[in-house]
Structure formats: structure tokens, C-alpha cells
């Protein structure tokens, strides 16, 4: 029911719209099995954004890291013990050192690097509060969004492996960019399609009747051998 070689293989604008607009749909879906998913996410999606915007400068209170950890939990493995670590962290260093990461980047590896100076902070916590204040420029590490592109299996929770991660992400951004006429593609907005996707097709949910082709219709943009639809009505 799928696209021939997943989402990321595509390269027509319309499928990632489509994959994005469905995001809560599929994050709702998965929040049966997973308690304040739904309430954490659009926390992290929208409010925790606003606040970082509305500081004089980007940084982090300790309240926003420690409900941030409840947030990427809620969405990967349950680890209590992160839970518990990352709430040693005070209120001082947090803010200190997430406001210098913010103002490292563009040196996304510099950012990570310096916000793993904090106590249970790795390189996916650390590109989810950099993509919480700087989504044009960094995506979540997220797992699902990994294992969907090629290459990348399997997830190494390092900066080496983020770094490649998030270079192919920029190269999706650049192409859908490039196809799509709207031009507001970014790295976080990449990964949220991803994900969606790749929760769908995990849980099996209808809207993939929606995303998926039939072999009359082509195959995102290219007819069921793999030949562009253009070329083959120019025959």
C-alpha cells in the first residue's frame, strides 16, 4: 500500500504534503497505546516554540528540558532513568548551556556537542531542543525517521551518525524546496513526514490507502515500470 521505496525516495511535494497533514492524525492514533503523547507534542510542536521565540534570547529553563525528556520518551523507549538524570541538571547550567548552543549555530555539531555537557542530554535530546528554537536549520533524531532512509540502519545514537542524518535531511529539504512553488520546506517539517509515515505503515492506518498508488495511477510521479509520466505521454 505503500510508495516504491518509501516516502523519502519520492520526490513530489504533493506526497510530503500529504504525509504532513496527516501528522496528527497519526500521532493521535499512536497516543491509544501512549499516555500524554498527544498533550506532550503539541507542547513541544507549539508551545515550547512561542516561548524560546518570545526570550530575549534562545535558551531553555530547566522546566522546558525536563518536560522535553517526557516528550521524547513519550515518543521512543521509556527510560525512567533519563527522566530521573536529566532533572539533577540545574537551573543555571541549562539555561547557560542551551543558550550558547543556539548561538553556535549554524554549527549544528558545535550545538550538540555543547549541549552534551549537560547530564542525560546525547545527540537526539540535543537536536530535539535545537529543532524546538531552530527548526530551519536542524531536525529531531528521531528513530523512525532514520530507519526510513537508506543507509542510515542501524541507529547509532552518536554526533558522527546525526551529522549524516541530518545532511540527507537537508538534501530532501533542498529538493522539495526546489519542486514545490510554496518554498517552506524545513528539516523539522522532513522529519515529521517521516515519522508519520512510518508510524502509518507500523500501525496500519487508513490514510495510507490515501498516500499509496495504484499501478494505473503511477507511482509518485513515475508511471508502474518506473518510467517518468511525462516521457511515456510524449510517446
Known sequence: MSLKGGLFACDEPMYW????????????????????????????????PA???????RYLTREDLVKLMDWKLSRGKFRPRLQQLVATNSTESVESCTEKAFRLLPDVAAAITELSKLKAVGPATASAILAAGAPEAVAFMADEAMES???????????????????????????????????????????????????????????????????????????????????????
Not at 504525509?19 to 503539541?42: F, I, R
Not at 516561548?51 to 534570547?57: H, S
Open 17 to 48: 504534503r500529504l504525509a504532513l497533514n496527516a501528522y496528527w492524525e497519526v500521532l493521535e492514533a499512536k497516543g491509544k497505546k501512549k499516555k500524554d503523547l498527544v498533550v506532550l507534542d503539541k507542547w513541544y510542536q507549539e508551545e515550547l
Open 51 to 57: 516561548a524560546i521565540a518570545e526570550r530575549k534570547t
Open 149 to 235: 532512509i537508506p543507509g542510515l540502519a542501524p541507529v547509532q545514537y552518536t554526533l558522527k551518525h546525526y551529522m549524516l542524518y541530518l545532511g540527507k535531511i537537508q538534501s530532501c529539504v533542498e529538493k522539495l524546496n526546489k519542486a514545490d512553488a510554496e518554498k517552506t520546506w524545513t528539516p523539522q517539517h522532513v522529519e515529521k513526514c517521516l515519522w508519520a509515515w512510518a508510524v502509518a505503515e507500523k500501525l496500519q492506518l487508513p490514510l495510507l490507502q490515501m498516500l499509496g498508488t495504484e499501478k494505473e495511477k503511477g507511482v509518485c510521479g513515475k508511471e508502474a515500470d518506473g518510467e517518468p509520466r511525462q516521457k511515456r505521454k510524449r510517446k
